[in-house]
């Protein structure tokens, strides 16, 4: 289909107006970035300039290439078209270079780190080399657990209130919006809200690893009530109603068809809100404290967890960085490796048990 | 509850339309009504311990206050700096969102599309603390050599007076807070890109207008209201992130633009995060107090940010 020979008609003459204008070839975006890699390698050679600066340049040279040379032949709107998008899809890249190279180091970095020592030792009396997570790992589990057994029962009883109960009245309005505002909460705020209340039931200067479940419940609600209120709203009125002709109590009803119906999506819901708050580091520092030693009781004491761990292994460096640094980067390959699995677990739950909407 | 479990013989009250009333009902509407009012309870619940908290901060002094004079000359440089973080990680994460969500809901093909919107949200599941690692460890150390070039080539200008010799400056912090801050912005912005009419889009198309002409005609018009709350909403989680800029920013508190210098300015929730282990007696309450301040700036601008998205979605 591609022409680029005819050229545009001189006007007036009806008769031999071409139906196709001019287009570049399809390959014309690879050949011009290929071009542009070409020359700015060449350039860079003979500056000797770094990686770095050759990129830009090839950026640079594909971003005029490309267009001038659609101006010349397809004109100019088809021209802008052709920078936007190639500057688009830049944007893109740019934007997941980060996660790449944030990917690539943890991996390289904290893979040396790790060894069954690294999982079954606590950092007690350890200086220097040597020592484990096992301590902060069972902190962030015990945690996390807690706040997830405080978060469940009332984000899911909330968005049950809220699709079941309200009939979209005055305080559901209230309920759902403060819900979204909740999600935008800082998480240290959070911290702080637990340890002022925790001071004034025990007084100064508590420290306990409940009070991080309180904190990072105050984070998990919201994201629980959201995804189950989604998931509630998805459920298909004639389900209700044909258990209410049975004459199925209204409570009974969602416990028995609506709940079932939902479940797979609120599941879903729940460990990616899991996911979230096990990352979460500000308040569990504020609260919960960081320790050396293993504590099995989240109601007494500091208990060290993964996050916080990382934190402390970078900022209380001690007379031994090095070894301290190649802990706190195995600690945050174990925690990118927790967090992914329960990510990748909620979408294998999602779409495994799809929801029997019957659509 | 033993009236429900025998539907034959239930002594309960038929009002004759489906509607069964019994004690397992109440019970049950009992508890799910207190999960709602639970809370809104909670949100009052850190207003108010923050505030009890907070607030005998306000008569610290010297050396309670950090050696400053009152609570408010404490309080002023950690806005500044949380400011000047949040605003410089806009400025950058802002553009590559919009670009980023105008690639997922319109430029890539149907399937790889999903691929990359399950790359965004990888990019929001990772921890803070891990950007924070990978900053001081990685950006910190790999971007300084940028920050000696822009030093040399615009040193003129006050943003990039210098001395350049340490990356732990707050422009890294607000790189390592734009990346952070991209996954929310591109999430919001995919939404509201993929609810623009597909009529409107085809009447564009059918006109003979080009991809982008079409975008700048129907998408981006209808979709303002919901771009700008999702910026509203990317800055409160900028403004309340913590541990990224705790621990890539080697902070000194002062007040100062000049973006790559070894004198920093620190943000509120930094501050916290870095001094709240050793604090002790009225200093726990003047960094509670400055919690406070950034609860209410966050609550203010997600407030906003939520408002402005609803108005958008009534008008839609």
Redesign the interface.
Known sequence: MTTPTINRPSGGDRASLPLTTPQLPPIAPALSAGLAVGVAVLAGLLLSW?V?GMAVLAWLLAMVFLPTWSLLLEGR??A??RL??A??????A???L??L??IW??VA?GAPALSVEFFTYSMRNVIGEGGGIYHAIVGTFLITGLATLISV???V??A???V???SEGK??K??T??????????????G??A???F??IFG??IRMGFGGSIALS?LM??IV?RATEEMLKLVPDELR?AS??L??????T??KVVLPTALSGIVTGITLAI??V?????PL??IA??ATSLNWNPFSERMATL?VF??SS??EQGRYPEAQ?ER??GA?LV??II??AL?LIARLIGRVFAPKTGR | MSTTDAPAARPTVDDGFGQVTGRGDSVFRGLATASGYIIMLALAGVAIFLVLEGWPAIQATGEQAYGKDNIVLFVWPLVFGTLLAAVLSLLMAVPLAIGGALVISHYAPRPLAKTLGYLVDLLAAVPSVVYGLWGIGFLAPAILPSYQWLQDKLGWLPFFEGPALSGRTILTASIVLAIMVLPIVTAICREVFAQTPTMHQEAALALGATRWEMIRMTVFPYSRSGVVSAVMLGLGRALGETMAVAMVLSATGIVTFNLISTQNPSTIAANIALNFGNASGLKINVLIFSGLVLFVATFAVNFLGRWIARRGQVKG
């Open positions: 770094s770095v709107r088809k802008v078209d936007v998008t500057l688009v899809w830049s944007t893109f740019l934007a997941m980060p996660l190279s944030l180091q943890v970095k029962p009332i984000g009883l909330a049950i209130y809220l079941e109960y309200s305080v559901a209230a309920v919006f403060l819900v979204d505002v909740m999600t935008g909460i800082p998480s240290i705020v959070a702080l809200f340890f002022a209340l001071v004034l100064p200067g105050v609600i919201p009530v109603e209410y002709a004459g199925v109590p209204k409570w009974r969602i416990v996911a979230r096990a990352g979460e580091t500000a520092l504020i404290g960081s996050p990382i934190f970078i900022t640094t706190a980067w945050a925690l990118i967090v992914m990510n």
